[in-house]
């Protein structure tokens, strides 16, 4: 899918914006905060429905407004669409596709399909195991609704069993109450955790082949989820029932559910070794593209569209060689490409000065 063409009205630094993308790579250049990221923040907020630099998504309205206002025309293979986010101080926030108001979030996930890079995904690796289990879950959100409806009854599950851990009852009462909450935890967790696994096992050759195609053949990258696995979502259950069994004690005293797919992992091995633990930060880095390139590729895999890639500044982080390599690759996709300087080829230049063209 493509991007066509971008509006925004008083969203951060920008109070009133238009432009036209190219189908290829689109550089977006200039000083630092001019709103380069800004513009990046916009584009994937219309992917997937949130932004991931604000936590309070009314930041992102120009400070003396009331209103943000960001609309974007998305081109796919059966036609145009149009995407509109309205933030507000006062109201809630709507999200219109082809002018329809919709109801859940969900309903958006799939409209614009987007892979997204900054310096701050490049600790992909080396941060903490949520930044990995939300990677596997905003990508798979992206290619299937059930699993973010899934997700979202998971964690109201999780965050009622964690309530009653909390609450103090009878011990007999709180066992009763808690084994109904643990059949429902681990029906939903098992199958979050295997479509993660599923989702890996997808991943792992395209990661393998993009990491070597980075290191010019000189790794090799491998994939594996970590915690509660299993073959089968019965096998999945039957060993996540056992291990709510095995920690009750400990749950009960820390009032904290410690199993569950929202505790597990991702385990990456370069040549054996594991990157997080041994690998060098340029390897780091290095393997978090590689996954990022692979999650564009699963995705346009599962379906059947492209989708754009957002690049916010990495490519003073990477070496000379990986640059190249991945411009390379962005030659596949459509991509926006923030920097304050660029040589190279480009399909659009856009410079941005203080939230203007
Ligand atoms: N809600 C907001 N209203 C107005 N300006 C904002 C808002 N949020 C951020 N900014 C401004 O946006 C600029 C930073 O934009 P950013 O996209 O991060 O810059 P860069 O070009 O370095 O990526 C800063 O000047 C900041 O003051
Ligand atoms: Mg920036």
């Known amino acids: 899918m493509k991007v066509k063409s971008l509006k925004l009205n008083n969203y951060r630094n920008y109070s009133d914006f238009r432009v036209e993308f190219s189908d290829g790579l689109n550089i977006i250049k200039g000083a630092n905060a001019q709103g380069k990221t800004n ?11 949130k932004s991931l630099r604000a936590t309070k998504e009314r930041q992102a309205i120009m400070w003396d407004k009331e209103r943000a206002y960001i609309s974007l025309e998305v ?40 892979v997204f890079f900054s310096p701050d995904e ?27 409806y899934l ?31 643990d059949e429902q935890l681990s029906t939903v967790g098992s199958k979050i955790i295997l479509s993660r696994i599923h989702f890996l096992e997808s991943l792992a050759p395209y990661a393998l082949l993009s990491h070597k195609y980075l290191t010019s053949d000189a790794e090799e990258l491998k994939l594996e989820y970590t915690g509660l696995t299993g073959k089968t979502e019965e096998e999945v259950k039957q060993k996540f029932l ?55 590729e699963i995705i346009e895999k599962q379906t059947g569209e492209k989708p754009i890639l957002l690049l916010d500044d990495v490519l003073s982080e990477l070496d000379v060689n990986r640059k190249k390599r991945l411009l390379n690759f962005c ?21 941005i000065q203080k939230g203007k063209l």
Not at 334 to 343: A, Y
């Open 122 to 148: 490049l600790k992909l690796i080396k941060e903490s195991p949520e930044d990995r289990r939300r990677f596997m879950d905003i990508s798979l959100s992206q290619m299937s609704k059930a699993y973010f």
């Open 242 to 296: 056992q291990a709510l069994n095995k920690n009750l004690e400990k749950d009960i005293r820390l009032c904290y559910t410690s199993v569950g797919p929202h505790r597990d992992d991702i385990k990456v091995t370069v040549n054996g070794i594991d990157v997080r633990a041994f690998g060098s930060q340029g390897q780091q880095r290095t393997t978090a593209l590689s996954l990022k390139l692979a999650e564009l």
């Open 151 to 181: 997700l979202g009854k998971y964690e109201r599950i999780l965050a009622n069993r964690n309530k009653l851990l909390k609450e103090e009852l009878s011990r007999e009462k709180l066992l009763s109450t808690l084994s109904i909450w």
């Open 39 to 49: 513009l990046i923040e916009a584009i994937y907020m219309c992917s997937i429905g």
């Open 75 to 114: 081109e796919k293979k059966f036609g145009k669409s149009s995407i509109e986010i309205i933030l507000s101080k006062t109201a809630k926030k709507t999200v219109r596709i082809n002018k329809i108001p919709i109801k859940k979030i969900g309903e958006l996930l799939g409209e614009l399909n987007a």
């Open 331 to 351: 030659k596949k996709t459509q991509t926006f490409l923030t920097c304050t300087e660029f040589e190279g080829e480009a399909d659009k230049v856009i410079v």
